[in-house]
C-alpha cells in the first residue's frame, strides 16, 4: 500500500476537533499533498464522541484506511477507544492531564496548561501535529486564521507553543516530500456539488435543513449573492420540491437537497416533474435509514427508493459519483440531462463523500457547458403547444414571459397544448411520448470505468462513494500478483448493459461492493441484464467502505 | 388595450349553478381592469374544482399538484418576478392539503395573489368536509357532523399582519372584481378569500344563505387599523363582513434579493469568471 499517513483526531462534540482537523487538511493540501478526511460524528452539539480522520500522502490516495499513525486524544476515551487502530509506530498526543494507558506507543503528553490556554489546547494539537508532520509553521498559522479569524491573536501563540515544544520532543512521522504539482484546492463531495451546479447554470435551489443533504445549500448560499442564486429554506420539503418546480417552469435551472427522509416528502414532486415535463435536479445525501436512522452516519440504502419514487410511469436519470471532481462534472452534466430530458434527474451521494474533503485539482467552469433555458425557448407561434407529439417525445419548452407563447403544464393527463383531459386516446399517446425519452437518457447514459486489469480474476463492481474503497482494495490485490480490476458506475439509472455486460462475463470472479444490507445495486444489475455476481461485499453499520474491509470480506467470502 | 374577450371562453367541467363560474368572471373582469394581458400573467393552481378555473381563461398555467400552489407560484415568482403571478385554488386544496404552505407564504410576504374559491367542502371528492366547513356539517364521511372547528382564513392572516386581506362573494360580481383587481395591485402577498355556493354538496352554505350575511364594509372603515381588523376577520355569523379587511406596507420578501431587480434567476446566465475566483480561492 502507500506510504500515507492517518491522522486520528478524537473529541468530543464542542471541544473544536473540527478545526484541528481543518487546518491541518488544508495546510496538508497547501503543501502539495492528497488528502481523504473521514468525518465520524454523532448527532449531537456537545459531549459524546467524534472522529476526525484524514489520511494523507504524496501519491494520489482515494479511500480512508483503518489504521491511524497520530491519534490526537481530547480526553481519555479516546485513546481508549482508538489505541487498537494504531499502526506500528504510532504516536498519541493527548494532554498530560488526562489518564490513560497508552500501552508503550509513544505517547506526548502535551503539558497544556504551561504552554498557554489549556483550552486552546485544539489549537496547539494542531501546532503539535503539523510539527510532526514537517508542515511549515507559517502556512499552519495562515490556515489557522482562515479558520477562526483574525481576532483569535492567542490562536497563534498556542499553535506555535505546540510546534515548538513538539519539536523538541525529537518525535516526528514527518511525509515524503510531495512530488512538486500543479496547485489543489480543499473541498469536500457537497462543496463540489454546488460548484458544479453553479457552474452548470443552476439559478434557484430550495431546501428543509437534513444531514447530510444541507452542506450543498450552505456551499451555494455562501457564493449565492456573488453568483446570483435564491436559494431559499422552505417551509417544509414538500415545498422545497415545488417551489423548485415552479422556478424551473419559469425558467430558473433548479435543484433540491436532502437525505432519504426528506426525499421521502418529495416523491410527490418527482412524479410531478414527470407529468409536467420540467427539469429539476435533486440530490439525495443518503444516510442510513430507515426513518431517522442514524443521522450523521453513511449508506447506500436509498437506491432502490429514488429508483422508484414517484407514482406513475416516467423516465428518469440516477448519478452517483465516486469522488469530489465526479461530483462537480456530475452536478452540471445533471442539470444538463433535466434539460434535455425535461424531467427529473438525481444525484445519489451519502454523509462519507458528502463529508469527505480531498485535494483536487481546481475545477474548471468552462469544462462544462451550461443550461440556458431562456436561449432555447421556441418562436412565438399561433397555437403553441406545450407538450406538442414529437418523434423524441421532447416538446419545445417556451417559458412563461419571455415572448407571445402562452405555456399551459399541467399535472392532470392532458392535451398537446397543457390542457386537462380525459380522452384516454390521448392520453395513451402522451404516455408514449413520456416514455419516448427514456432513449435520451439510454443515449447520454455515462458508462461505468474499469480500473485495474481488463481481464480479471477479481472484479469489483462498485457504485458512487465506494469506488475509492474498491479501487484501494483491488490495487492491494494486485500487488500481491492477483489480476484485480474495479469497475465504477457513476450513473446507476439507466443502465446500458452492453457497455459493462461483456467485461463481467468475463471476469472469473465479480463481486458487488455496495453501502447497503441487501445488495440492492446487485439486485438491480440482475434484474436488468440478468447476470448474478459471485459474492457480494456489503456495509451497512454506519461507516464508510474501506479497503481493509473489503478485503476482509474477500477472505471471509473465500473469494482470494 | 386588454379586453375580456383576450381571455377567451372555454367549456368547463363546473356543474350548472356553481359560484365558480363568477369567481372566473371576476377574475377576467379583474385582469383587464389591471391592465393585464394573457402573456403577463402566470396562473398556478392545485386540485380540486376551483383548481381547474385557470384552464378557462387564456395565460400562462402551472397546473400543479393538491395543496402545492403556494410553493410552486413561490418558486416561479421568484425566478420571474416579472410575471404577475396568482394562485388559484379551493379552501381544502389551499388551507388543508396546503396549509403550511399557506402559513409561510403570508411570513415570506411574497408578491402574488391568492384567490381561494371557498366554498366549505371537498367539491371534487363528492363532498367531504373541508378545513373551513362549519361544525355540525353533516357529509358521508362527517356522518355524525363536524366535530372540529372550523379555519378562519382571515382571521389567521390578519393575525399574522399578512400584506393584504379580503374576502369576497361570488355573488358579487363587481365588488369581488374589484378585491382581486386590489390583491394584484398590492406589493406583496394578497389573500382574497372567496365565499362561494357549491350546489352539489353544500346544502348549508348556500347562495341564498351567503347572500343573507355578507354585508360590505362600511366605507369609514379603515384596513389599515390592525386591532379593528383582527375582530372584523373574526365576524362570522349573522353578519359576515366582505371586502378588504386589513392592509399594510410590509416590504415585500424579493425586496431582500437585489438580484430578483437586475438579473432574475430567469434571466441570468453563469458568471464563470467569478466562480473560478471563488474557486481558486479554496486553495
Ligand atoms: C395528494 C392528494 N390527495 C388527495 C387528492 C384528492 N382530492 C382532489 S381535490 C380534493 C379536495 C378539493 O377540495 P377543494 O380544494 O376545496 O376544491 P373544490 O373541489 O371544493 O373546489 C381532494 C381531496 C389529490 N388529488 N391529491
Ligand atoms: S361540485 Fe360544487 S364547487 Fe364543484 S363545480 Fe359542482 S357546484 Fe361547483
Ligand atoms: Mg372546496
Same mark, same amino acid.
Given at each position: 500500500?502507500?506510504?500515507?499517513?492517518?491522522?486520528?483526531?478524537?473529541?468530543?462534540?464542542?471541544?473544536?476537533?473540527?478545526?484541528?482537523?481543518?487546518?491541518?487538511?488544508?495546510?496538508?493540501?497547501?503543501?502539495?499533498?492528497?488528502?481523504?478526511?473521514?468525518?465520524?460524528?454523532?448527532?449531537?452539539?456537545?459531549?459524546?464522541?467524534?472522529?476526525?480522520?484524514? +489520511?494523507?500522502?504524496?501519491?494520489?490516495?482515494?479511500?480512508?484506511?483503518?489504521?491511524?499513525?497520530?491519534?490526537?486524544?481530547?480526553?481519555?476515551?479516546?485513546?481508549?477507544?482508538?489505541?487498537?487502530?494504531?499502526?506500528?509506530?504510532?504516536?498519541?498526543?493527548?494532554?498530560?492531564?488526562?489518564?490513560?494507558?497508552?500501552?508503550?506507543?509513544?505517547?506526548?503528553?502535551?503539558?497544556?496548561?504551561?504552554?498557554?490556554?489549556?483550552?486552546?489546547?485544539?489549537?496547539?494539537?494542531?501546532?503539535?501535529?503539523?510539527?510532526?508532520?514537517?508542515?511549515?509553521?507559517?502556512?499552519?498559522?495562515?490556515?489557522?486564521?482562515?479558520?477562526?479569524?483574525?481576532?483569535?491573536?492567542?490562536?497563534?501563540?498556542?499553535?506555535?507553543?505546540?510546534?515548538? #515544544?513538539?519539536?523538541?520532543?525529537?518525535?516526528?512521522?514527518?511525509?515524503?516530500?510531495?512530488?512538486?504539482?500543479?496547485?489543489?484546492?480543499?473541498?469536500?463531495?457537497?462543496?463540489?456539488?454546488?460548484?458544479?451546479?453553479?457552474?452548470?447554470?443552476?439559478?434557484?435551489?430550495?431546501?428543509?435543513?437534513?444531514?447530510?443533504?444541507?452542506?450543498?445549500?450552505?456551499?451555494?448560499?455562501?457564493?449565492?449573492?456573488?453568483?446570483?442564486?435564491?436559494?431559499?429554506?422552505?417551509?417544509?420539503?414538500?415545498?422545497?420540491?415545488?417551489?423548485?418546480?415552479?422556478?424551473?417552469?419559469?425558467?430558473?435551472?433548479?435543484?433540491?437537497?436532502?437525505?432519504?427522509?426528506?426525499?421521502?416528502?418529495?416523491?410527490?414532486?418527482?412524479?410531478?416533474?414527470?407529468?409536467?415535463?420540467?427539469?429539476?435536479?435533486?440530490?439525495?445525501?443518503?444516510?442510513?435509514?430507515?426513518?431517522?436512522?442514524?443521522?450523521?452516519?453513511?449508506?447506500?440504502?436509498?437506491?432502490?427508493?429514488?429508483?422508484?419514487?414517484?407514482?406513475?410511469?416516467?423516465?428518469?436519470?440516477?448519478?452517483?459519483?465516486?469522488?469530489?471532481?465526479?461530483?462537480?462534472?456530475?452536478?452540471?452534466?445533471?442539470?444538463?440531462?433535466?434539460?434535455?430530458?425535461?424531467?427529473?434527474?438525481?444525484?445519489?451521494?451519502?454523509?462519507?463523500?458528502?463529508?469527505?474533503?480531498?485535494?483536487?485539482?481546481?475545477?474548471?467552469?468552462?469544462?462544462?457547458?451550461?443550461?440556458?433555458?431562456?436561449?432555447?425557448?421556441?418562436?412565438?407561434?399561433?397555437?403553441?403547444?406545450?407538450?406538442?407529439?414529437?418523434?423524441?417525445?421532447?416538446?419545445?419548452?417556451?417559458?412563461?414571459?419571455?415572448?407571445?407563447?402562452?405555456?399551459?403544464?399541467?399535472?392532470?393527463?392532458?392535451?398537446?397544448?397543457?390542457?386537462?383531459?380525459?380522452?384516454?386516446?390521448?392520453?395513451?399517446?402522451?404516455?408514449?411520448?413520456?416514455?419516448?425519452?427514456?432513449?435520451?437518457?439510454?443515449?447520454?447514459?455515462?458508462?461505468?470505468?474499469?480500473?485495474?486489469?481488463?481481464?480479471?480474476?477479481?472484479?469489483?463492481?462498485?457504485?458512487?462513494?465506494?469506488?475509492?474503497?474498491? +479501487?484501494?482494495?483491488?490495487?492491494?490485490?494486485?500487488?500481491?500478483?492477483?489480476?484485480?480490476?474495479?469497475?465504477?458506475?457513476?450513473?446507476? #439509472?439507466?443502465?446500458?448493459?452492453?457497455?459493462?455486460?461483456?467485461?463481467?462475463?468475463?471476469?472469473?470472479?465479480?463481486?458487488?461492493?455496495?453501502?447497503?444490507?441487501?445488495?440492492?445495486?446487485? +439486485?438491480?444489475?440482475?434484474?436488468?441484464?440478468?447476470?448474478?455476481?459471485?459474492?457480494?461485499?456489503?456495509?451497512?453499520?454506519?461507516?464508510?467502505?474501506?479497503?481493509?474491509?473489503?478485503?476482509?470480506?474477500?477472505?471471509?467470502?473465500?473469494?482470494? | 388595450?386588454?379586453?375580456?374577450?383576450?381571455?377567451?371562453?372555454?367549456?368547463?367541467? #363546473?356543474?350548472?349553478?356553481?359560484?365558480?363560474?363568477?369567481?372566473?368572471?371576476?377574475?377576467?373582469?379583474?385582469?383587464?381592469?389591471?391592465?393585464?394581458?394573457?402573456?403577463?400573467?402566470?396562473?398556478?393552481?392545485?386540485?380540486?374544482?376551483?383548481?381547474?378555473?385557470?384552464?378557462?381563461?387564456?395565460?400562462?398555467?402551472?397546473?400543479?399538484?393538491?395543496?402545492?400552489?403556494?410553493?410552486?407560484?413561490?418558486?416561479?415568482?421568484?425566478?420571474?418576478?416579472?410575471?404577475?403571478?396568482?394562485?388559484?385554488?379551493?379552501?381544502?386544496?389551499?388551507?388543508?392539503?396546503?396549509?403550511?404552505?399557506?402559513?409561510?407564504?403570508?411570513?415570506?410576504?411574497?408578491?402574488?395573489?391568492?384567490?381561494?374559491?371557498?366554498?366549505?367542502?371537498?367539491?371534487?371528492?363528492?363532498?367531504?368536509?373541508?378545513?373551513?366547513?362549519?361544525?355540525?356539517?353533516?357529509?358521508?364521511?362527517?356522518?355524525?357532523?363536524?366535530?372540529?372547528?372550523?379555519?378562519?382564513?382571515?382571521?389567521?392572516?390578519?393575525?399574522?399582519?399578512?400584506?393584504?386581506?379580503?374576502?369576497?362573494?361570488?355573488?358579487?360580481?363587481?365588488?369581488?372584481?374589484?378585491?382581486?383587481?386590489?390583491?394584484?395591485?398590492?406589493?406583496?402577498?394578497?389573500?382574497?378569500?372567496?365565499?362561494?355556493?357549491?350546489?352539489?354538496?353544500?346544502?348549508?352554505?348556500?347562495?341564498?344563505?351567503?347572500?343573507?350575511?355578507?354585508?360590505?364594509?362600511?366605507?369609514?372603515?379603515?384596513?389599515?387599523? #390592525?386591532?379593528?381588523?383582527?375582530?372584523?376577520?373574526?365576524?362570522w355569523g349573522e353578519r359576515i363582513p366582505v371586502g378588504v379587511i386589513y392592509r399594510n406596507d410590509r416590504p415585500c420578501f424579493e425586496s431582500h434579493f437585489p438580484v430578483l431587480d437586475t438579473r432574475p434567476p430567469a434571466y441570468g446566465s453563469v458568471d464563470r469568471d467569478a466562480l473560478r475566483e471563488i474557486i481558486k480561492a479554496m486553495g
Amino acid at each position: 500500500m502507500e506510504k500515507s499517513v492517518t491522522i486520528l483526531i478524537g473529541g468530543e462534540a464542542g471541544q473544536g476537533l473540527l478545526t484541528v482537523g481543518q487546518i491541518l487538511s488544508k495546510a496538508l493540501v497547501r503543501s502539495g499533498y492528497h488528502i481523504v478526511v473521514t468525518q465520524d460524528y454523532m448527532s449531537r452539539i456537545r459531549g459524546g464522541h467524534n472522529t476526525f480522520v484524514v +489520511r494523507a500522502s504524496a501519491s494520489p490516495i482515494h479511500a480512508p484506511r483503518e489504521g491511524a499513525d497520530i491519534l490526537i486524544a481530547f480526553d481519555a476515551r479516546s485513546v481508549n477507544e482508538h489505541i487498537r487502530n494504531l499502526n506500528d509506530g504510532g504516536i498519541i498526543v493527548m494532554d498530560a492531564e488526562e489518564q490513560a494507558d497508552c500501552q508503550g506507543f509513544a505517547c506526548l503528553r502535551v503539558p497544556a496548561a504551561s504552554l498557554g490556554k489549556p483550552a486552546l489546547f485544539n489549537i496547539m494539537a494542531a501546532g503539535i501535529a503539523g510539527a510532526l508532520l514537517g508542515l511549515d509553521d507559517g502556512l499552519l498559522e495562515k490556515c489557522l486564521r482562515e479558520e477562526v479569524g483574525d481576532s483569535l491573536q492567542e490562536g497563534g501563540e498556542a499553535l506555535r507553543a505546540g510546534s515548538t #515544544w513538539a519539536r523538541e520532543t525529537g518525535v516526528s512521522r514527518s511525509l515524503p516530500p510531495p512530488s512538486p504539482d500543479t496547485p489543489r484546492i480543499m473541498v469536500n463531495g457537497n462543496e463540489a456539488l454546488a460548484l458544479g451546479a453553479m457552474a452548470g447554470g443552476l439559478r434557484f435551489a430550495s431546501f428543509y435543513p437534513m444531514t447530510p443533504g444541507t452542506s450543498v445549500m450552505l456551499a451555494l448560499l455562501s457564493h449565492a449573492d456573488r453568483m446570483g442564486l435564491i436559494v431559499e429554506q422552505a417551509e417544509d420539503e414538500i415545498a422545497a420540491v415545488n417551489m423548485a418546480l415552479g422556478a424551473s417552469f419559469a425558467g430558473a435551472p433548479a435543484l433540491v437537497a436532502t437525505s432519504g427522509g426528506g426525499f421521502a416528502l418529495m416523491a410527490e414532486g418527482v412524479s410531478l416533474a414527470g407529468m409536467t415535463e420540467t427539469p429539476i435536479v435533486i440530490i439525495v445525501a443518503q444516510r442510513p435509514g430507515p426513518a431517522t436512522g442514524l443521522p450523521t452516519r453513511t449508506e447506500q440504502g436509498d437506491l432502490n427508493f429514488v429508483l422508484h419514487a414517484g407514482h406513475g410511469e416516467f423516465p428518469r436519470a440516477l448519478l452517483a459519483p465516486g469522488s469530489p471532481e465526479q461530483c462537480f462534472k456530475l452536478a452540471a452534466r445533471a442539470l444538463r440531462l433535466a434539460e434535455q430530458s425535461q424531467g427529473p434527474v438525481f444525484i445519489l451521494t451519502d454523509q462519507f463523500l458528502a463529508d469527505s474533503c480531498r485535494a483536487v485539482e481546481p475545477f474548471d467552469p468552462g469544462s462544462v457547458q451550461p443550461v440556458h433555458p431562456r436561449e432555447s425557448c421556441p418562436a412565438d407561434e399561433t397555437g403553441y403547444a406545450r407538450y406538442a407529439f414529437t418523434e423524441s417525445g421532447v416538446s419545445p419548452r417556451a417559458l412563461p414571459g419571455f415572448g407571445a407563447n402562452l405555456v399551459v403544464a399541467d399535472s392532470d393527463e392532458h392535451t398537446e397544448d397543457g390542457h386537462i383531459t380525459e380522452n384516454l386516446a390521448v392520453r395513451a399517446r402522451m404516455v408514449e411520448k413520456r416514455l419516448r425519452k427514456s432513449d435520451i437518457l439510454r443515449k447520454e447514459c455515462i458508462r461505468p470505468v474499469c480500473l485495474g486489469d481488463e481481464d480479471p480474476d477479481i472484479l469489483l463492481v462498485c457504485w458512487g462513494s465506494t469506488l475509492g474503497a474498491a +479501487r484501494e482494495a483491488a490495487a492491494e490485490l494486485s500487488s500481491r500478483a492477483i489480476k484485480a480490476a474495479t469497475l465504477h458506475f457513476s450513473q446507476v #439509472w439507466p443502465l446500458v448493459p452492453e457497455g459493462f455486460l461483456p467485461l463481467l462475463e468475463r471476469s472469473r470472479k465479480v463481486v458487488i461492493v455496495e453501502g447497503n444490507a441487501t445488495g440492492q445495486f446487485a +439486485r438491480l444489475l440482475r434484474r436488468e441484464c440478468g447476470f448474478v455476481p459471485h459474492a457480494r461485499v456489503s456495509r451497512y453499520d454506519g461507516l464508510p467502505l474501506t479497503p481493509e474491509y473489503i478485503l476482509r470480506e474477500l477472505v471471509d467470502e473465500g473469494i482470494v | 388595450m386588454v379586453c375580456i374577450e383576450d381571455f377567451g371562453t372555454f367549456e368547463t367541467a #363546473w356543474c350548472p349553478g356553481c359560484g365558480n363560474f363568477a369567481i372566473l368572471e371576476a377574475m377576467k373582469k379583474a385582469l383587464v381592469a389591471s391592465g393585464l394581458a394573457p402573456r403577463d400573467v402566470l396562473f398556478v393552481s392545485g386540485i380540486g374544482q376551483a383548481a381547474k378555473a385557470p384552464h378557462y381563461l387564456n395565460a400562462n398555467v402551472f397546473n400543479g399538484l393538491h395543496g402545492r400552489a403556494l410553493p410552486a407560484a413561490t418558486g416561479a415568482k421568484l425566478a420571474n418576478p416579472r410575471l404577475t403571478v396568482i394562485a388559484e385554488s379551493g379552501d381544502g386544496c389551499t388551507y388543508g392539503e396546503g396549509g403550511n404552505h399557506f402559513l409561510a407564504a403570508v411570513r415570506r410576504n411574497i408578491n402574488l395573489t391568492l384567490v381561494v374559491h371557498d366554498n366549505q367542502v371537498y367539491g371534487l371528492t363528492k363532498g367531504q368536509a373541508s378545513p373551513t366547513s362549519e361544525q355540525g356539517f353533516v357529509t358521508k364521511t362527517q356522518p355524525h357532523g363536524v366535530f372540529s372547528a372550523p379555519f378562519n382564513p382571515v382571521a389567521v392572516a390578519v393575525a399574522m399582519h399578512a400584506g393584504f386581506v379580503a374576502r369576497g362573494f361570488s355573488g358579487e360580481i363587481e365588488a369581488l372584481a374589484g378585491l382581486i383587481a386590489q390583491g394584484i395591485a398590492h406589493p406583496g402577498f394578497a389573500l382574497v378569500d372567496v365565499l362561494q355556493p357549491c350546489v352539489s354538496f353544500n346544502k348549508v352554505n348556500t347562495f341564498s344563505w351567503y347572500r343573507k350575511r355578507c354585508a360590505p364594509l362600511p366605507p369609514e372603515y379603515d384596513p389599515t387599523d #390592525w386591532d379593528a381588523a383582527v375582530h372584523t376577520a373574526a365576524e362570522w355569523g349573522e353578519r359576515i363582513p366582505v371586502g378588504v379587511i386589513y392592509r399594510n406596507d410590509r416590504p415585500c420578501f424579493e425586496s431582500h434579493f437585489p438580484v430578483l431587480d437586475t438579473r432574475p434567476p430567469a434571466y441570468g446566465s453563469v458568471d464563470r469568471d467569478a466562480l473560478r475566483e471563488i474557486i481558486k480561492a479554496m486553495g
